[in-house]
């Protein structure tokens, strides 16, 4: 058995602005306060969280969804990648970011929901709200 997590923030943001800082660099170091390497276009390899997480774009659906494969260092060796589904939609107060992880080794979907929230809901908040 594995874990699935599903989760959402509205971010003060467009599409377009949220879709371009993921999948770029220095953007995305700079909303997580991490190193993070990212290779815009599908099969491209990302690391993210100074190197404890890291995958491949599996698709790029421009502005709408990113659909990464995804690991930690922390995935026993066995274990099979987890998958990341981002999801985009306008809303009246900027972007709800959707996230849908699955394939999550069984027993770690707290931890990494609370990461999500963590590591990246609460930075991309003050990021996007300080880009106004």
């Given at each position: 058995?594995?874990?699935?997590?599903?989760?959402?923030?509205?971010?003060?943001?467009?599409?377009?602005e949220i879709y371009n800082a993921w999948l770029d660099s220095e953007k995305h170091s700079a909303?997580?306060?991490?190193?993070?390497?990212?290779?815009?276009?599908?099969?491209?390899?990302?690391?993210?969280?100074?190197?404890?997480?890291?995958?491949?774009?599996?698709?790029?659906?421009?502005?709408?969804?990113?659909?990464?494969?995804?690991?930690?260092?922390?995935?026993?060796?066995?274990?099979?990648?987890?998958?990341?589904?981002?999801?985009?939609?306008?809303?009246?107060?900027?972007?709800?970011?959707?996230?849908?992880?699955?394939?999550?080794?069984?027993?770690?979907?707290?931890?990494?929901?609370?990461?999500?929230?963590?590591?990246?809901?609460?930075?991309?908040?003050?990021?996007?709200?300080?880009?106004?």
């Amino acid at each position: 058995m594995t874990d699935s997590i599903k989760l959402s923030v509205t971010l003060p943001a467009t599409p377009k602005e949220i879709y371009n800082a993921w999948l770029d660099s220095e953007k995305h170091s700079a909303f997580t306060g991490s190193v993070v390497t990212i290779e815009r276009k599908v099969g491209g390899k990302f690391s993210a969280g100074d190197g404890y997480i890291y995958g491949e774009n599996l698709l790029l659906h421009m502005n709408k969804r990113i659909y990464q494969s995804w690991r930690t260092t922390d995935f026993p060796e066995d274990s099979e990648d987890s998958r990341v589904e981002i999801t985009l939609t306008s809303v009246e107060k900027g972007t709800k970011l959707s996230i849908v992880q699955t394939e999550i080794p069984e027993g770690d979907g707290k931890k990494y929901r609370k990461g999500w929230k963590d590591y990246y809901f609460a930075p991309m908040k003050k990021y996007f709200s300080e880009e106004e």
